[in-house]
Each structure stands twice: as structure tokens, then as C-alpha cells.
T-cell receptor
Framework: GQQLNQSPQSMFIQEGEDVSMNCTSS?????WLWYKQDPGEGPVLLIA?????ELTSNGRLTAQFGITRKDSFLNISASIPSDVGIYFC??????????FGKGTRLSVIA | KAGVTQTPRYLIKTRGQQVTLSCSPI?????VSWYQQTPGQGLQFLFE???????NKGNFPGRFSGRQFSNSRSEMNVSTLELGDSALYLC????????????????FGEGSWLTVV
């Protein structure tokens, strides 16, 4: 099946630092979604992107839909402890409502 | 409004048994999809239902089945459980079936943790 490749797999950062993570695919996606999952919880949608080149912000989070439509980026500015969790990129592909990447696990050191 | 509700939250079953998981979507949502999450394989699509009809199915064996009722509530069943079926099973709902279309946000429940021993 279609794979979404996320990097990095994990990252440890100091509180207050900015974070960047990305997601790539060998196929074109028409929608990119970024979810965050806290321990023991279901994923929560952070940002949805619907057009190539689109740049969207949600508070300290900013995501971009790559112009090739094969990648997307998520940035978190001035990280805080509650940013800890696993961040997933996802998108509809073929008959699959959502294909997910393997996630980026973020740890914030106070 | 109430979110996606999944029951039970935690359960332990023995190999060979069967299990039924339940999902109540957000009121007004007609599309329900199920995903399996494991440390090794990540989040994988199981199946999707819309207006009581299975619309799409992922690459899982026939032991995994589901259904949707007229009130949009959904159940999934796994028969002849195997150790590898231990996972977090997530249900998601959305207004319509056009995943990813503007305004058709997919909301997830907290999941049902299944452990097979």
C-alpha cells in the first residue's frame, strides 16, 4: 500500500525551541492532514491542507502543502511541554480514507 | 457536541476468542471508518462505512468484519483472535464520505485497547 515517510522518527528538544518535521510520498496527494496523538488518546486533527503550495497556521503550528504535492511540512514554534506527543501526517489515497505516516515522536525537555 | 465514543476502552481476550468493538459517531456524521494501530505497523485502515454500506476495505483478513446501523453507530468484530491482533482499534467519523474534502474533518475516538493473550 501507499507509504508516507515521516522524518525524523523522534526528536528531543528544549522548551522554547522551534521544531520542524516533514512527510514525503512517492505519489501525489491532494490533501495533507497533520494529526497529534497524546498517550492513550486518539489522533486529533491539527491542520488540514487542500491546495499545493498552501501555507496554514494554527496558533504556534504552521504547515505547508508542498508544490510537488508529494510532501508536506509541519513547524512548531516556541515549543512547550504540552507539545509532547506523536505527530502524524495523513491523507486520503485511492479508496483509503486516510493513509498515515509512522509518526514523529516529540519529547520536550523543560 | 459529544465526540466519537468507543467501547470498551480496554479488554483482554484469549487466542481463538472473538471480540466486538462498538463506535458511536458524532451526531449527524454518516461516515465511520476503523483503523488498527500497532507499534510495528502504525495506523492501518480496516474498513469504512457510509449509510450502512461498507464502502471500502483495507488489506486485512476476513476475520475482521464490521457493520453500520441505521443510526450510524458501527461495530467491528474480530473472530479467532491471534496474538498479533493486540492493538489499539480506532474509530473515526465524518459528515460525508469525501475524505479530505474541505469541511469534511475526520474525528477520532479514544480507541479500544485490545490485548490478546
Amino acid at each position: 500500500g501507499q507509504q508516507l515517510n515521516q522524518s525524523p522518527q523522534s526528536m528531543f528538544i528544549q522548551e522554547g525551541e522551534d521544531v520542524s518535521m516533514n512527510c514525503t510520498s512517492s505519489s501525489i496527494f491532494n490533501t495533507w492532514l497533520w494529526y497529534k496523538q497524546d498517550p492513550g488518546e486518539g489522533p486529533v486533527l491539527l491542520i488540514a491542507l487542500y491546495k499545493a503550495g498552501e501555507l496554514t497556521s494554527n496558533g504556534r503550528l504552521t504547515a505547508q502543502f508542498g508544490i510537488t504535492r508529494k510532501d508536506s511540512f509541519l513547524n512548531i514554534s516556541a515549543s512547550i511541554p504540552s507539545d509532547v506527543g506523536i505527530y502524524f501526517c495523513a491523507g486520503p489515497f485511492g479508496n483509503t480514507p486516510l493513509v498515515f505516516g509512522k509518526g514523529t515522536r516529540l519529547s520536550v525537555i523543560a | 457536541k459529544a465526540g466519537v465514543t468507543q467501547t470498551p476502552r480496554y479488554l483482554i481476550k484469549t487466542r481463538g476468542q472473538q471480540v466486538t468493538l462498538s463506535c458511536s459517531p458524532i451526531s449527524g456524521h454518516r461516515s465511520v471508518s476503523w483503523y488498527q494501530q500497532t507499534p510495528g505497523q502504525g495506523l492501518q485502515f480496516l474498513f469504512e462505512y457510509f449509510s450502512e454500506t461498507q464502502r471500502n476495505k483495507g488489506n486485512f483478513p476476513g476475520r475482521f468484519s464490521g457493520r453500520q446501523f441505521s443510526n450510524s453507530r458501527s461495530e467491528m468484530n474480530v473472530s479467532t483472535l491471534e496474538l498479533g491482533d493486540s492493538a489499539l482499534y480506532l474509530c473515526a467519523s465524518s459528515l460525508s464520505g469525501r475524505t479530505g474534502s474541505y469541511g469534511n474533518t475526520i474525528y477520532f475516538g479514544e480507541g479500544s485497547w485490545l490485548t490478546v493473550v
